[in-house]
């Protein structure tokens, strides 16, 4: 297997006079086997940098290093590694049997015999053996995705690269593709560099990710680190949904004052934040506990606005102080309607504080907070 380590990493294109910098100084590493995750909004970046690590886009500038081999300059067939695309870029002209043989037809001197028994197996790995010898057209979109897979496996690479391979599935598939996909990488062992807008994805599959916004990396962490302890509020409110709540504020005398409510900080709170005074305050909507009664400085009368029932939970929209809205969720058992008035606890322990100028974070609520006690 193998490490994989971006140095630095820029790429800019031309539009006539002006430069457009699409990676922005990237720096990370990826460990042997591990599944890192690249996820961001559309245009961050991040199938650019998938493009520069495979060698479909030059670099502009830093290295990428493959076990510490700069491979800025290596021919893309010849790095080793093996690349899964949204559209699963299958020839529509052979059957699957060929497609997944094709790359090693090409690129390698195996015998016709071990390169069947290898496709064989790797079918037998995917569960898609009776498949081999139709053609993609009389495949669903489930189904070719596994021969996309398959042929990216049976190249036994290095590192595996994936472009938002399931984007083209439906909801369900696409849930039981993510379990498969997981499985999968953790059998092989293969490093593996993943790329998705989708934040689903990201929480649910990566051991860690990376989170880009307009080419720049924004944070590298696991996928709870960066729910509860954010960096900046450009990643609070990427992850998650709903969204984190974001309130603009000013800090005097220990209190936060923002549109129409105060809201009194512990010495332990005021103590990260230094000496900023143009501060946001964020809490996660199911962090907002509904009561029906005030009984503590973190409690606001509000007035439902809008109720989405959604089973399990229900995402209840309030107003409160002076026209400032909150999101909140509850248990599907709760019965809150619109009109309804009720108080709206936003516990302290679980609030983030940004500074309003720069959106760095200044206090988190920890992993460690979140986590029951023994």
């Known amino acids: 297997m193998a490490t994989l380590e971006l140095d630095s990493v820029t790429k ?26 690249v996820v961001g909004p559309s ?34 067939q010849e790095r080793d590694i093996a690349m899964v695309f949204q559209s699963y870029a299958l020839y529509p002209h052979m059957t699957v049997r060929e497609n997944m043989s094709f790359g090693l037809e090409e690129s390698t001197d195996l015998p016709d015999e071990e390169i069947s028994e290898m496709v064989t197996d790797t ?15 009389e495949l669903s979109g489930g189904q070719q995705q596994r021969v996309a897979l398959g042929r990216a496996i049976v190249r036994d690479p290095e ?15 696409r849930a039981q593709m993510r379990t498969e996909l997981q499985r999968l990488q953790e ?30 990396l924004q944070q590298v962490a696991t996928p709870l680190e960066c729910y509860h302890e954010p960096t900046n509020r ?22 936060l004052t923002g549109g129409g409510f105060e ?9 990260d934040l230094g000496d900023a005074t143009g501060l946001v305050l964020g809490i996660r909507p199911e962090a907002v506990e509904i009561r029906e009664e005030a009984s503590a400085p973190s ?39 619109a009109g309804d008035s009720v108080v709206a606890r936003i516990p302290e322990g679980a609030i983030h504080v940004f500074d309003r100028a720069s959106g760095e974070a200044l206090h988190n609520r920890t992993v460690e907070a979140d986590a029951p006690e023994p």
């Open 187 to 216: 059998d092989l062992e293969v490093t593996t560099m993943y790329v998705t807008h989708d934040q689903t994805e990201a929480m649910t599959m990566g051991d860690r990710i990376a989170i880009l916004n307009d080419g720049e």
């Open 159 to 173: 590192v595996f690269l994936m472009d938002e391979p399931l984007s083209n599935l439906d909801a369900k598939l």
């Open 12 to 37: 800019t294109f031309q539009d006539g006079d002006d430069e457009i910098v699409a990676v922005d100084d990237v720096s990370m590493d990826i460990a042997d086997s591990e599944f890192l995750v």
């Open 43 to 76: 245009g961050c970046g991040k199938s650019t940098m998938l493009r520069m690590v495979a060698g479909l886009e030059t670099i502009t500038s830093g290295t990428v290093s493959l076990d510490g081999r700069v491979i800025n300059d290596v021919k893309s």
């Open 123 to 137: 079918a037998e790995l995917l569960g898609i053996p009776s498949l081999l010898d139709r053609k993609p057209g």
């Open 299 to 337: 409690d606001f009368e509000a007035t439902v606005d809008v109720v989405e029932p959604m089973g399990d939970e229900n995402i209840v929209y309030l107003q409160f102080g002076d026209g400032e809205s909150l999101v909140a969720t509850t248990s599907g058992f709760d019965r809150v309607g």
């Open 263 to 271: 809201y009194p900080l512990s010495e332990g709170t005021l103590a």
């Open 234 to 255: 450009f990643v609070a409110g990427f992850l998650g949904e709903p969204s984190m709540n974001f309130f603009e504020t000013d800090l005097a005398d220990g209190t």
